[in-house]
C-alpha cells in the first residue's frame, strides 16, 4: 500500500513538474510576444512622432508663405491705392464691430421680461414697474418706460396718448439701432471704387510704359496690369467681407424691431386693462 502511495505522489510529482515547466515556457513566450508588440508600437509611435515633427515646419512655412504671399501683393499693388483700400477696410470693421456689441447688448429676454413688467402693472405698482425699465437695457425697456410714465400720469394716461408715446419711441429706438450703418454701407461701396480707380490707373500706367518702351511686348505692360488687377481682388474682398458683417447687423437690428412690436402691442392691452388708464 505505501508502495502504491509512493508510485502515486512520483507520477503526480512528475506530471505537476512537467506542467509547470509547460506553463513557465508559455508564459516565457507569452511575455516575449507582449514585449516585441511593446517593442513594435513604440517603434510606430516615433515613426508617427518624428513624422509629425517633420510635419510642423511645413505647415508653418506655409502659413508664413500665405501671409507673406498677401504682404508682397500687397506691395505690389501699390503703396497709395491700397492703403487706401486698407484703411476703408479697418474703419468699416471698426463701425461694424461697435454695432454688432451694442445690438448684443440691446438684446433681452422680451416675453420674460414683459410678463414681470404686466405683473407690477396688475398688482397696481406702475413706480416699481417704471423702475424695473430704467434698470434695463435694450429698446424694448425704453419703450416701456415711456408707456409706464404716461400711465403714471394724470394727463397722460388715455390711451391715445399713450400709444402716440409708444409709436414715438419705438421710431427713435429704431434709429438708435440703424446708427453707424450708413458709414459701414460707405466703405462696402468705397473699398471695390477703390480698387476699379486703381484698376484704372495701373492700366494707364501700363500705357505709359507701352509709349516708352516704344513696344507692346508682355514684359513692358506686365507691371501696370499688375497692380491694376491685386487693387480690384484687394476692394472686392474687403467689400465682401465689410458686406457680411452688414447683414448680420440687420439681421440683429430686425429682431430687435420685431421686439419691439410685439412688446408695443402687450403694452396697450397692458395699460387698457390698468385701472390708471382713462378709457
Known amino acids: 500500500m505505501k ?14 513538474g512537467a506542467t509547470s515547466s509547460v506553463m513557465a515556457q508559455e508564459d516565457v513566450e507569452a511575455a516575449a510576444e507582449v514585449v516585441e508588440a511593446t517593442a513594435d508600437s513604440l517603434s510606430e509611435d516615433s515613426t508617427v512622432a518624428e513624422e509629425a515633427v517633420e510635419a510642423a515646419p511645413i505647415v508653418e512655412e506655409e502659413n508664413e508663405g500665405v501671409f507673406k ?14 492703403s487706401l483700400v486698407a484703411i476703408a477696410l479697418v ?6 464691430i461697435e454695432r454688432v456689441v451694442y445690438l448684443t447688448l440691446a438684446q433681452i429676454n422680451t416675453r420674460k421680461f414683459m410678463k414681470e413688467l404686466a405683473d407690477l402693472v396688475a398688482a397696481g405698482k406702475i413706480a416699481d414697474a417704471i423702475e424695473k425699465c430704467k434698470g434695463t437695457r435694450g429698446p424694448v425697456a ?24 409708444i409709436n414715438m419711441e419705438a421710431e427713435v429706438q429704431g434709429t438708435y439701432l440703424e446708427e453707424n450703418c ?3 454701407t460707405l466703405f462696402i461701396a468705397m473699398a471695390p471704387s477703390l480698387g476699379f480707380l486703381g484698376t484704372v490707373i495701373g492700366m494707364v500706367m501700363a500705357f505709359d510704359d507701352i509709349q516708352r518702351a516704344g513696344d507692346i511686348s508682355p514684359t513692358v505692360v506686365a507691371g501696370g496690369m499688375k497692380v491694376a488687377l491685386i487693387t480690384t481682388i484687394f476692394g472686392i474682398i474687403v ?10 447687423i440687420l439681421s440683429k437690428i430686425e429682431g430687435l424691431t420685431s421686439n419691439m ?19
Not at 508502495?3 to 505537476?16: E, G, H, P, Q, W
Not at 504671399?69 to 491700397?82: P, Q
Open 69 to 82: 504671399n498677401l504682404k508682397t501683393k500687397f506691395i505690389e499693388g501699390g503703396a497709395g491705392f491700397m
Open 239 to 248: 467689400a465682401l467681407v465689410l458686406q457680411v458683417f452688414y447683414n448680420y
Open 142 to 165: 425704453q419703450v416701456s418706460r415711456k408707456a409706464m410714465e404716461c400711465l403714471d400720469s394724470n394727463d397722460r394716461n388715455d390711451i391715445g396718448t399713450i400709444e402716440r408715446t
Open 3 to 16: 508502495k502504491l502511495f509512493a508510485i502515486i505522489a512520483m507520477v503526480a510529482a512528475c506530471s505537476f
Open 261 to 279: 412690436e410685439e412688446a408695443a402691442q402687450e403694452l396697450l392691452v397692458m395699460c387698457v386693462k390698468s385701472d390708471k388708464c382713462k378709457k
Open 182 to 184: 450708413s458709414w459701414i
Open 91 to 96: 474703419l468699416g470693421l471698426a463701425f461694424c
